[in-house]
């Protein structure tokens, strides 16, 4: 729904994404999605919420150190998430209370509306969002984009 904020549980990190534009382009006629998956010892803290205008990426590790992405929304034909085109909380991570975040090997991965992108790998999370509300503002002209980093002991 719109101007909905969608939050992974305690135990989870966010894996990947949909966004949609001025329609309900996810599956379920949803306008954006958040996939969460369970880390057995893991939970998050520490959040901040970070926002941008449509097309301007958030990038978790420019919020603070050590940080991954928790929450998310994404707009569509309107500022929908609180005022804000995009809006996300960075966390902080620990598994069994050993710190984990996000190492240097980091990939920005792009689609268009109502795709799905998840991160390619097992051990990569969600650090950041791109989305576009009814153009394709996106880094190349697409409709939105995740970030994706490796998620490591810090």
Not at 29 to 42: E, K
Not at 59 to 85: I, M, N, P, Q
């Amino acid at each position: 729904f719109r101007n909905t904020e969608l939050k992974c549980d305690g135990n989870e990190v966010a894996v990947g994404a949909c966004g949609g534009g001025a329609q309900l382009d996810c599956p379920g006629s949803t306008v954006h999605q958040l996939m969460c998956c369970a880390v057995p010892g893991y939970v998050y803290t520490g959040c901040r919420r970070v926002n941008s205008d449509w097309g301007v990426n958030i990038d978790c590790r420019e919020t603070g150190k050590d940080l991954v992405l928790e929450a998310s929304c994404t707009s569509g034909a309107h500022h929908d998430c609180s005022g804000y085109a995009n809006l996300a909380e960075c966390c902080s991570g620990s598994i069994n209370g050993a710190k984990v975040g996000p190492t240097r090997q980091c990939t920005w991965e792009y689609g268009g509306y109502g795709q799905i992108l998840e991160c390619g790998r097992s051990d990569e999370v969600l650090v950041g969002r791109c989305g576009s509300g009814s153009h394709l503002d996106c880094i190349g002209g697409v409709a939105h984009g995740n970030l994706c980093c490796e998620l490591d002991h810090v």
